[in-house]
């Protein structure tokens, strides 16, 4: 239960850290806690942890990609470490997987960065080509060379990466534990209550197609997961490719990890992570629909407020002045009243008495 809470409280930061508002961020919190992800987080495994360390990777992650390339680093480092003790293979799978992305996004930004020195590089010599032929240049202008490379963003967590995703593979066989022949034994042998099989490729090949197929049958049938995988990821590429591209790439994680062992039964337990793409892509689709970058979808108009109601006076907007009208006393009354000011009514005459 402590890790199923805590996990929901990591989404919201991976969010936040993203740069959704605090509501949009709310709703990633109750999707983690109404998936059917989180129940596999209340079981007592390894899923819990597994998905609380996975999202502590993707805050790094993101806040690296937002400009915190040390604090997510080593946040990144920490919860590969951790992970390798709750459950090295995903680990591993992990590792491996954000690398890929980030040697994408490193290849990009070096393209990006090579065009853009290009491009300086030929504004700067027309401008001494002119300036030489205006004999207004002098030798240290003439001199200098193009300036100093900087790596390309995200180079340094690739290699963060690559280092943890090599000291996870190598972790298990210092230390002696089972790996992923004694894996494929174990599922091929029914828990090792059959005898090994000498070659289990052909089998193991036999077993995944089936898997599959059946996956899929399952997933048209009931297609909640089909349809949020698609939209969501959809939605974090919309929002903003690199995270897109991080959050794809801890979903793909999952993924590997139901193919290295596919098991219909266990199957929604291992491939857990994927759950990872509607938890970030529906709070953002959210954001973007708000934000009216959905094609197609504009978000209504504030209401316009109530226009003044019409002036007494004829509707010329000005005030009714303060000053009595012509002919009135100081109160309003009219010339000749009893008001102060006025002169005071002549007695009336009585009628005599017969």
């Known amino acids: 239960m402590v890790l199923t809470v805590l996990g929901g409280v990591v989404v919201l930061l991976v969010l936040r850290a993203a740069g959704a508002p605090a509501p949009v961020a709310l709703v990633g919190q109750g999707l983690y806690y109404a998936l059917p992800s989180v129940l596999e987080t209340m079981r007592p495994m390894a899923e819990g942890a597994t998905l609380l360390c996975t999202g502590l990777v993707l805050l790094g992650c993101v806040r690296a990609l937002r400009g915190r390339a040390r604090s997510g680093a ?32 490193v290849a990009r930004a070096a393209l990006r960065d090579r065009a853009a020195v ?11 080509d002119r300036a030489v032929r205006d004999r207004a240049v002098g030798e240290r202008g003439r001199e200098r060379g193009p300036g100093r490379r900087r790596a390309p963003e995200g180079a340094g967590m690739l290699a963060v990466l690559l280092v943890l995703a090599a000291a996870t593979a190598a972790g298990p066989h210092l230390l002696g534990w089972p790996g992923s022949s004694e894996s494929m034994q174990e599922l091929l042998t029914d828990h090792f209550n059959k005898p090994d099989v000498t070659d289990p490729w052909p089998l193991f090949v036999e077993l995944s197609l089936h898997f599959w197929a059946d996956w899929l049958r399952r997933g048209l049938m009931a297609p909640l997961m089909l349809f949020a995988l698609g ?3 959809w939605a974090v590429l919309r929002y903003d490719r690199r995270i897109g591209t991080v959050v ?41 629909l708000l934000d009216g970058r959905v094609p197609g979808f504009r978000p209504a108009p504030p209401p316009v407020p109530p226009a003044a109601p019409a002036l007494p006076d004829g509707g010329d907007g000005a005030e009714p002045s303060a000053e009595p009208a012509a002919g009135a006393g100081s109160r309003g009354r009219p010339e000749g009243g009893p008001g102060r000011g006025a002169p005071a ?10």
């Not at 590969?80 to 890929?100: M, N, R």
């Not at 290009?118 to 001494?128: E, G, P, S, T």
């Not at 009514?345 to 017969?354: G, H, S, V, Y």
């Open 74 to 105: 080593a946040l990144v480092a920490a919860a590969l470490a951790a992970q390798f003790w709750v459950k090295y293979s995903q680990g591993l799978l992990l590792a491996g997987c954000l690398a890929a992305a980030y040697a994408v996004l």
């Open 231 to 233: 939209v969501s990821a």
């Open 118 to 128: 290009r491009d300086r590089a030929v504004r700067d010599r027309a401008v001494r």
């Open 248 to 288: 794809i790439a801890a979903a793909l994680a999952g993924v590997l990890n139901q193919a290295g062992h596919p098991d219909i039964v266990i199957g929604p337990r291992l491939i857990v992570l994927v759950w990872f793409l509607p938890l970030i892509g529906l709070p953002l689709l959210l954001q973007l």
């Open 345 to 354: 009514p002549a007695p009336a005459l009585r009628r005599p008495a017969a």
